[in-house]
Nanobody, 120 residues
């Protein structure tokens, strides 16, 4: 099993910045993908950004140019730097980890989420 612990959420004014962190522990596979999803009230969970251990990234169109995902593979930690935050970025942000199974990525593990609120 894999455990994910997120940190860094909070309240920020529009135009501000936050940095989220997520550290994985447990049965970590050396090749994996980690990233962030978010869920706003009344909406479905959506991808924000993910990054493989090899450095391949994928971003939601709505965050391109504002958010940057990075990771420290030695620490099994993924970061999400969020700049130019807008009220529509308000959501619970969830960390995800999926191991590479040889042909595709396996069943994901999820963190408990950290709340990001963008409001003046």
């Amino acid at each position: 099993q894999v455990q994910l612990v997120e940190s860094g959420g909070g309240l920020v004014q529009p135009g501000g910045s936050l940095r989220l962190s997520c550290t994985a522990s447990g049965s970590i596979v050396s090749i994996n993908i980690m990233g962030w999803y978010r869920q706003a009230p009344g909406k479905e969970r959506e991808l924000v950004a993910v990054r493989t251990t090899g450095g391949i990234t994928n971003y939601a169109d709505s965050v391109k140019g504002r958010f940057t995902i990075s990771r420290d593979n030695t620490k099994n930690t993924v970061y999400l730097q969020m700049n130019s935050l807008q009220p529509e970025d308000t959501a619970a942000y969830y960390c995800q980890y999926s191991p590479w199974g040889g042909t595709n990525y396996g069943t994901p593990s999820w963190g408990k989420g950290t709340l990001v609120t963008v409001s003046s």
